[in-house]
C-alpha cells in the first residue's frame, strides 16, 4: 500500500498558535475537574493500570488526565512540544505535591526504550502529521512499552463527524470573547481542516489545523503493521465501539 503523504507537517498543525493561552480561556470551562476525572476513570479502566504501573501521556497538554493518574498513584511521564503547556502542568502537579516528569519533545521521536506498562494518546491528539509520520509515531510507541504493554488512541470517529455533515462552524463564546471553528473535511487525505480565529478583549488572533483521521480499522491495521498484537474498539465511555459514537478509542497490546 503506497502511503499518501501530505505537506509538511508545519503546514498541517499549527501547534504554537493553537495550544496556548487562549486555549485555556476557552477551553477551560468545559474540561472541568468532573470531565477530567470521567475521562481520567477510563484510561485508568481501558489501560488496566494499577498503582505502581509506569505511564506515559502523549501529547499530555497541561497535565489534566496525567496528574489526576499520579493522584491514584501511577508512575507518571507526560510529553508535549508545548512549553507554555507543560509549565501549567508542572504548576498543577507542584501545588498538589504530585511527582509526575514532564518532559518537552517530539512523539514521533521517544527516547524511552521497553520502559512503559502503557501509553495513552487523548483527546485527538494523534493524527497532527502525515500518514508516514502517524505510522512513525506508532512504532516509537511499540519501542517504549514493556512486552504486554498496551497502547492506547482516543479521537474523533470519523464515520460520526462525516454523518454530522460538513463544512460546519462552531462558536465558543466566554463572556465577550468569541472563537470561531471553520471546520471541512479533505476527502481525499481524509483530513479536517479547521480555520480557528479568537476574538478576545476586541483583538483578533487566527490559527490553522489539520487531522487526519482514521476509520477503526485503518488505526487497528496500522498498529498490527507496527507490531502490536492486537486492537480492540471502545467508545466515548469505554462501551463497546459503534459507528454511532462521536468518538472512538482504540487499545493494542504489544
Not at 498558535?17 to 484510561?43: I, K, M, R, T, W
Not at 514532564?102 to 520502559?115: K, N, Q
Not at 478576545?200 to 502490536?228: D, W
Amino acid at each position: 500500500m503506497t502511503e499518501r503523504t501530505a505537506s509538511n507537517s508545519s503546514d498541517l498543525f499549527d501547534c504554537e498558535a493553537v495550544f496556548c493561552d487562549d486555549y485555556l480561556h476557552f477551553y477551560g470551562p468545559h474540561l472541568s475537574p468532573e470531565f477530567n476525572l470521567q475521562q481520567a476513570d477510563v484510561v485508568w479502566r481501558l489501560l488496566s493500570i494499577s498503582a505502581d504501573c509506569k505511564v506515559l501521556d502523549l501529547g499530555c497538554g497541561h497535565g489534566r488526565i496525567a496528574n489526576e493518574l499520579a493522584r491514584r498513584g501511577a508512575r507518571m511521564s507526560g510529553l508535549d512540544s508545548s512549553p507554555f503547556f507543560l509549565n501549567v502542568a508542572r504548576e498543577a502537579a507542584r501545588r498538589e505535591e504530585l511527582t509526575v516528569d514532564y518532559v518537552e519533545g517530539d512523539m514521533r521521536e521517544l527516547s524511552w526504550r521497553h520502559e512503559f506498562d502503557a501509553i495513552y494518546c487523548w483527546y485527538t491528539t494523534y493524527g497532527y502529521f502525515s500518514d508516514t509520520e502517524n505510522i512513525e509515531v506508532l512504532r516509537q510507541c511499540f519501542n517504549a512499552l514493556k512486552p504486554g504493554g498496551r497502547l492506547l488512541i482516543e479521537q474523533a470517529n470519523r464515520n460520526a463527524l462525516l454523518r454530522r455533515g460538513l463544512p460546519f462552524t462552531e462558536v465558543t463564546s466566554r463572556g465577550d470573547d468569541m472563537m470561531i471553528d471553520e471546520v471541512d473535511y479533505d476527502v481525499f487525505e481524509d483530513r479536517t481542516r479547521t480555520r480557528r480565529s479568537m476574538v478576545r478583549q476586541g483583538k483578533v488572533s487566527r490559527a490553522n489545523f489539520s487531522i487526519r483521521l482514521y476509520s477503526y480499522a485503518e488505526l487497528a491495521a496500522r498498529m498490527v503493521r507496527v507490531g502490536f498484537s492486537s486492537a480492540e474498539g471502545f467508545g466515548r465511555g469505554g462501551q463497546p465501539f459503534t459507528t454511532y459514537d462521536p468518538r472512538l478509542i482504540l487499545v493494542a497490546r504489544k
